[in-house]
């Protein structure tokens, strides 16, 4: 009977290893992988762009509309990321502070955490390094955005507003190929389109320029792009929008989104729902739950 214990003991020990050797990549095996040169750091080998990284690595900027949001909030939100061999889950947190009334607000945006499973396949389409061949989780940068007010003695007609984000390198997990832990800015004009006398339905359009600093030379430039629908109104807020932008490297850089979101409010509060396809270069459907406490009037 001992005997037979001490056996099994062995051969669960002998899977644990067998298994955890499955799901995990020798240097020799990420070398042959991405054919490796012998010279080249591994961050080299990675390929920034949104086909090719996870999900808030080098996301679509969201839709501009034309308007400089006047009141102070603060959201947080949970979000889920289907994708072929990839699924995520992330927290994400926002909060908006108006300057000055209709002319000037910033907005701030994070990832803290997200947690992440990956296929064999994906990883190594990824070129994921092989030391972090097994993590699960990762943090995301910050982005900040300095929204301003144009044309305001027109605004019983047409909104139109100028955005001039940053991307502040704060993130984790670039060796599982899930940030670029690199800095990023874009800026954009959007513009709105009231289509009822009590300004609760609109058109929007979207235009600009984005850019982010990659591993192999310099920086690759896009231009971003964004059309939508928005109903407003005191108690429900909806949009519908389809957004992207178009990288000129071509390594899978031109994601292009659809994106719905609904919002019900409560007074100070707020409860929404997001849901987003990925229609080019962004495979995933995500969905996000949120909540938003407004300051002031």
Same mark, same amino acid.
């Given at each position: 009977m001992k005997r037979n214990h001490h056996l099994s003991k062995v051969t669960l020990c002998l899977l644990f290893f067998y298994s955890t050797n499955l799901l995990s990549q020798s240097a020799e095996k990420w070398a042959s992988v991405v054919e490796? /040169?012998?010279? $080249? =750091?591994?961050?080299?080998? &990675?390929? #920034?762009? !949104? &086909? #090719?990284m996870g999900p808030n690595a080098i996301p679509? =900027?969201?839709? !501009?509309?034309?308007v400089v949001d $006047?009141?102070?909030?603060? #959201? !947080?939100?949970?979000a889920i990321h289907f994708g072929k061999g990839d699924f995520t889950r992330n927290i994400k947190l926002s909060a908006n502070y108006c300057l000055v009334k209709d002319v000037i607000a910033f907005d701030l945006s994070w990832v803290p955490v997200e947690w992440y499973q990956t296929s064999d396949e994906l990883k190594?389409?990824?070129?994921?390094y092989y030391e972090t061949y097994n993590d699960k989780d990762a943090g995301g940068d910050l982005y900040l955005n300095t929204n301003i007010q144009l044309l305001n003695r027109w605004k019983e007609h047409f909104r139109l507003a100028l955005r001039v984000g940053y991307r502040f390198p704060t993130s984790t997990g670039v060796g599982s190929a899930r940030y670029t832990d690199a800095p990023g800015y874009h800026f954009d004009l959007s513009g709105a389109k009231y289509l009822s006398k009590n300004k609760q339905w609109k058109l929007t359009t979207m235009c600009g320029f984005y850019a982010w600093q990659v591993n192999t @030379?310099?920086?690759? /430039? !896009? @231009?971003? @792009?964004?059309?939508?629908i928005e109903y407003n109104s005191q108690k429900w807020r909806w949009k519908l929008n389809n957004t992207g932008y178009i990288g000129w490297i071509g390594n899978g850089d031109d994601p292009v989104i659809i994106n719905f979101g609904i919002e019900k409010i409560f007074n100070q509060f707020g409860a929404s729902l997001g849901v987003q396809q990925g229609l080019h270069d962004f495979s995933y459907t995500s969905l996000e739950l949120g909540t938003r406490m407004r300051f002031g009037k």
């Open positions: 490796w /040169d012998g010279v $080249s =750091p591994w961050r080299q080998y &990675l390929i #920034y762009s !949104a &086909l #090719y679509v =900027p969201s839709m !501009a509309n034309g $006047s009141i102070n909030s603060f #959201y !947080a939100a949970a190594q389409k990824r070129h994921v @030379f310099g920086q690759n /430039d !896009a @231009f971003m @792009f964004g059309a939508g």
